[in-house]
């Protein structure tokens, strides 16, 4: 737990955040809005009229951007655990993404058909104890994976948040066993404190998702 001093620090910074100060002005939900523009910008992801899921979506800034550069063609479907207010152009379902569920009222939603773009921020609820959150956190970007293969269109793309540690190296390997080409990104709207980066597959290859075991 922070401490007093040490929560006022983060505050004091988190008030004084250009990307904060600029999603406020801008009217996005989140800073990490940014993340995902700098990331669709460069990777050329976001497209009027392809259909995309947000892993994680709430508050909703990464959907805010999706179904913004989607347009009226476009779907945007979120899925979060925590309530988020309502966007117009976003179907939400709100759920555990770990829980079996969520995963089928997910998949009613689409009705069966297929997407071009996954999109997973997830994090879990960090409790402090670096071996449980890391695992935790590796679990969540296994699930988007194995969802992602079975849902993406051949040729589809996958953006997911992951933190380098135990675990990674191995779920580097299946993501380039999946897709044509794997990148990592680093977006300026990360705080440079954060051990996060973005693994983004490109191109969904047709291969069977090996076990990550």
């Not at 009705?111 to 449980?132: A, F």
């Not at 590796?138 to 992602?148: D, G, I, N, P, V």
């Not at 191995?170 to 999946?178: A, E, N, Y």
């Not at 404190?193 to 973005?198: A, K, L, Q, T, V």
């Given at each position: 737990?922070?401490?007093?001093?040490?929560?006022?620090?983060?505050?004091?910074?988190?008030?004084?955040?250009?990307?904060?100060?600029?999603?406020?002005?801008?009217?996005?939900?989140?800073?990490?809005?940014?993340?995902?523009?700098?990331?669709?910008?460069?990777?050329?992801?976001?497209?009027?009229?392809?259909?995309?899921?947000?892993?994680?979506?709430?508050?909703?800034?990464?959907?805010?951007?999706?179904?913004?550069?989607?347009?009226?063609?476009?779907?945007?479907?979120?899925?979060?655990?925590?309530?988020?207010?309502?966007?117009?152009?976003?179907?939400?379902?709100?759920?555990?993404?770990?829980?079996?569920?969520?995963?089928i009222?997910?998949?009613?939603?689409?009705?069966?058909?297929?997407?071009?773009?996954?999109?997973?921020?997830?994090?879990?609820?960090?409790?402090?104890?670096?071996?449980?959150?890391q695992a935790?956190?590796?679990?969540?970007?296994?699930?988007?994976?194995?969802?992602?293969?079975?849902?993406?269109?051949?040729?589809?793309?996958?953006?997911?948040?992951?933190?380098?540690?135990?675990?990674?190296?191995?779920?580097?390997?299946?993501?380039?066993?999946?897709?044509?080409?794997?990148?990592?990104?680093?977006?300026?709207?990360?705080?440079g404190?954060?051990?996060?980066?973005?693994l983004?597959?490109?191109?969904?290859?047709?291969?069977?998702?090996?076990?990550?075991?």
């Open positions: 737990m922070k401490s007093a001093k040490s929560s006022k620090v983060w505050i004091k910074k988190h008030v004084n955040d250009f990307f904060v100060k600029q999603a406020k002005k801008e009217g996005y939900r989140s800073r990490a809005a940014y993340k995902l523009i700098e990331i669709s910008s460069r990777d050329h992801l976001l497209k009027p009229g392809i259909t995309v899921v947000d892993l994680g979506a709430t508050p909703g800034g990464w959907s805010q951007v999706a179904t913004n550069k989607v347009g009226w063609s476009g779907r945007v479907f979120s899925v979060d655990i925590l309530e988020m207010e309502v966007l117009p152009g976003v179907t939400f379902i709100q759920g555990d993404f770990e829980e079996e569920a969520t995963l009222e997910l998949r009613k939603k689409l009705g069966g058909k297929s997407v071009d773009l996954v999109i997973s921020d997830m994090s879990p609820n960090i409790s402090g104890i670096g071996i449980r959150d935790h956190s590796m679990y969540l970007a296994e699930l988007a994976l194995e969802f992602s293969m079975g849902q993406l269109n051949f040729g589809g793309n996958f953006l997911v948040k992951m933190f380098q540690g135990s675990g990674f190296e191995q779920f580097l390997h299946t993501m380039r066993t999946s897709f044509k080409q794997v990148v990592t990104r680093k977006p300026e709207a990360s705080r404190r954060s051990n996060e980066i973005y983004l597959g490109l191109e969904k290859q047709k291969k069977i998702l090996q076990p990550l075991s």
